[in-house]
């Protein structure tokens, strides 16, 4: 299905089946629309694919350049300072406004099963350095969706990307009784801009301890915070579990180094507060401006990639 958008492009939509699975991707953001198990509905998405384009949350969408927050939108590389797109304030949230949320990627599905998304980002764009072709790859197999992800860059340049399904598993009335494990014990502080301010504090000490599952609505102010998984486990192993009352589970492998955990208490119409849970694999925020965290610098011989295993189950 191709639907005009005024620009000149075309909102592209492609159908994965495999199985009792079927998956909605558009070529816009990279946007996964809708995920399936037996029809019932996995991820929150809009049916008309015309409302991504003034979507403000990101629903499904391959985020970055650099994915969560990047703080006073600037930072220094190399021995050069590099001002970026400011679009939460002071700071850069996602990439910016010009973000890979916000671009036409080229879609080629390559099987019923399988669909293949390419984008090359200019040198500049979003005051970032450097050209980057962007890749994703998104299959079902079997019970499992995987989202494969590469960027080749042509000279050293920041990268982190998260894919932004907001997860429901087919709960209507909202996922504050759904029951969250993490694989983590440590999480960034953050200010009051939602910009991790360097220390890495435990989760037993301040009421975010998901290392044994408890109800994501245990915590009153919401969550929004990165969650940092051991740093010696195996990157294959299993990062979360996402447990609803219908018995729907959702197993997450990563190789990621943590994650941002947002339960969308701050969600607004059309959707309502805590209505997904966002599970956000990527690196650690705000890395180019914060030395004593991981480095998300990549250069050519060194090029980006990202495996993401998302596993349904029923009780």
């Known amino acids: 299905m191709k639907l005009e958008t005024g620009k000149p492009y075309q909102i592209e939509t492609a159908i994965l089946t495999d199985g009792n699975m079927r998956v909605s991707v558009l070529n816009y953001g990279a946007i996964t629309q809708g995920w399936w198990y037996k029809d019932v509905p996995l991820i929150l998405g809009f049916d008309d694919p015309t409302a991504y384009l003034t979507d403000t949350r990101y629903l499904g969408a391959i985020v970055g350049r650099v994915a969560n927050r990047i703080s006073g939108a600037k930072f220094d590389l190399e021995g050069a300072s590099f001002e970026l797109n400011a679009n939460e304030g002071k700071n850069t949230l996602h990439g910016g406004d010009d973000g890979l949320s ?3 990627w080229d879609l080629k ?5 399988e669909v293949f998304l390419s984008y090359v980002s200019r040198d500049g764009e979003g005051g970032f350095p450097g050209e980057i072709s962007f890749e994703v790859r998104i299959c079902l197999q079997g019970q499992r969706l995987v989202y494969s992800i590469s960027a080749q860059p042509d000279r050293p340049t920041p990268i ?7 997860y429901t ?3 209507a009335g909202g996922i504050d009784e759904h029951k969250l494990k993490l694989a983590s014990n440590w999480y960034l502080e953050i200010d009051d801009q939602g910009v991790p301010s360097g220390r890495v504090l435990a989760t037993n000490e301040n009421g975010l ?3 044994t ?3 994501i609505g245990s915590v009153s102010e919401g969550i929004d915070h990165y969650f940092c998984f ?3 486990r195996d990157p294959k192993t299993l990062v979360a579990e996402i447990t609803s009352l219908s018995g729907l589970a959702l197993t997450v492998y990563s190789d990621q180094p943590g994650a941002q955990v947002y339960s969308g208490y701050e969600m607004t119409k059309p959707r309502r507060a805590s209505h997904g849970v966002c599970f956000e694999p990527s690196g650690y925020p705000n890395a180019p401006n914060t030395s004593s965290f991981p480095s998300i610098i990549y250069t050519p011989e060194n090029p980006y990639r990202q495996e993401l295993n998302l596993e349904v189950s029923e009780e």
């Open 102 to 104: 916000k671009q036409f």
């Open 109 to 113: 599905q390559i099987a019923q099963n």
């Open 160 to 166: 982190s990307i998260a894919q932004h399904n907001y």
């Open 169 to 171: 598993l087919g709960a």
């Open 209 to 211: 301890d998901f290392s």
């Open 213 to 215: 599952a408890n109800t």
């Open 230 to 232: 051991d740093h010696d």
